[in-house]
């Protein structure tokens, strides 16, 4: 009989384990488990339908050989998470090969995840990356016992099947599969022991979380989710322009473990190791890299609500953390800049770029910084990072970036 994978990752992810994950990542462990009682189902099932056809199982087996999930690494959780860096490194390795089990459902996957978790979403991203080295090292031990061809993943993958069927409710909306049948309500798995106790709430917390998720797919299939995401941002050369265009390349899918940060005057803050703030606190400190109108950093956990500029509660924390830098190092003033997609009116996104570039300025002003040390402007549809003509693209294009004018 084929080994229920989602049970022996779940026995993987569970007491110090999580515990030591929750506080790299700085959530409860509780909400953490509850997290992963999602993440784990939902890798899996990415991994099923992308072996469903045999051009998808062929690049899986590429995916496997080429990484060295042979079976013998990333097998045991435990010892992954293993020393000063081993959940920063998990994240690194896992980050670049999330989309491959979701594609364009990725970022639908973190939001399912962060709502069931009640976690933040960067920590949801980074709790899907970390698991996914140990999701294909029990794949590739699971492999190496039936032989690695094609033919045999597909039929280990399908063999999972049996075990998807009370997966948590609305993961199945998530990945984009359509509705979930009845058996989907309770969040167990086939198979796990139960504890003698009441279950109606088990069923109905998914259901209300299923409701509560509506807007937020609409708003995602809408185009008009205004999620910050983080970028990292190289130099490059000036171009004629009143401003020139902000420099980013990529987004990386995840913010990395979070540290804890000394400022010079002794605050201690406690920051993702590649967030916008530990980016900000590189460059002042770096005397090599002069002040500039190139080098930018966007914002990596700022939210407003749709179409308006109205932040977030969710956004303080971040804003907090840029004034405690800004009051650690008084010379330093800095420039906030707004930017959106370029769907609607050019002169409402100007409007609300700058209305948005404002709001994050005032603030931080709020949390005691001078208000001549720092200036706002919104640039609209100006300087795009991203492909306007997709979604992912769309979603990079709107942020909010800020540029240090004086160290």
Do not use: C
């Not at 190496?144 to 061809?149: L, R, V």
């Not at 033919?151 to 990945?175: C, E, F, I, R, T």
């Not at 190289?234 to 473990?257: F, S, V």
């Not at 200036?375 to 979603?395: C, L, Y």
């Amino acid at each position: 009989m084929t080994t229920n994978l989602i049970s022996t990752l779940t026995r993987e992810f569970s007491g110090d384990v999580v515990n030591k994950i929750s506080a790299s990542l700085g959530e409860d462990s509780r909400k953490t488990q509850d997290a992963l009682e999602g993440a784990l189902p939902a890798l899996v099932s990415g991994l099923v339908n992308k072996a469903s056809t045999n051009q998808g199982a062929s690049d899986l087996l590429d995916l496997l050989k080429r990484n060295d999930y042979d079976g013998t690494r990333f097998t045991s959780a435990a010892s992954a998470i293993s020393g000063t860096d081993g959940i920063s490194r998990l994240i690194e390795a896992g980050s670049p090969l999330l989309n491959s089990f979701f594609g364009s459902r990725t970022n639908s996957v973190i939001d399912w995840v962060t709502s069931l978790g009640g976690i933040r979403r960067t920590s949801s991203s980074s709790l899907l990356s970390l698991a996914v080295p140990i999701v294909l090292g029990q794949l590739g031990r699971m492999l190496s016992s039936s032989g690695w061809s094609t033919s045999n993943l597909m039929k280990l993958l399908s063999d999972q099947k049996n075990y998807l069927h009370n997966v948590p409710s609305g993961l199945y909306n998530a990945l984009g599969y359509g509705a979930t049948s009845s058996t989907t309500r309770e969040r167990e798995y086939i198979s796990e022991p139960r504890r003698q106790e009441s279950t109606w709430w088990k069923w109905a917390l998914p259901l209300l979380l299923l409701l509560a998720l509506i807007p937020l797919l609409g708003r995602l299939f809408s185009g008009r989710e205004e999620q910050i995401q983080t970028r990292v941002v190289p130099t490059a050369t000036p171009t004629l322009r009143a401003e020139a265009t902000p420099t980013i390349t990529p987004m990386r899918a995840e913010l990395g473990a979070f540290i804890d940060t000394r400022l010079p005057d002794g605050t201690m803050l406690r920051i993702p190791t590649n967030g916008v703030e530990n980016k900000l606190i590189a460059f002042i400190n770096d005397k090599s890299r002069g002040v500039d109108r190139e080098t930018w950093f966007s914002f990596d956990r700022l939210e407003f609500e749709t179409n308006q500029a109205t932040l977030k509660p969710s956004s303080e924390e971040q804003l907090r953390n840029i004034a405690a830098i800004m009051k650690a190092y008084p010379n330093v003033t800095v420039k906030v800049g707004g930017y959106t997609d370029n769907v609607g009116n050019d002169s409402a996104n100007l409007k609300l770029s700058q209305e948005r570039a404002n709001t994050t300025k005032n603030e931080i002003v709020r949390y005691g910084i001078a208000e001549d040390r720092i200036s706002a402007e919104g640039f609209g549809e100006q300087h795009p990072i991203a492909d306007n003509s997709t979604e992912e693209g769309r979603q990079r294009n709107r942020r909010i970036d800020i540029r240090v004018t004086n160290k």
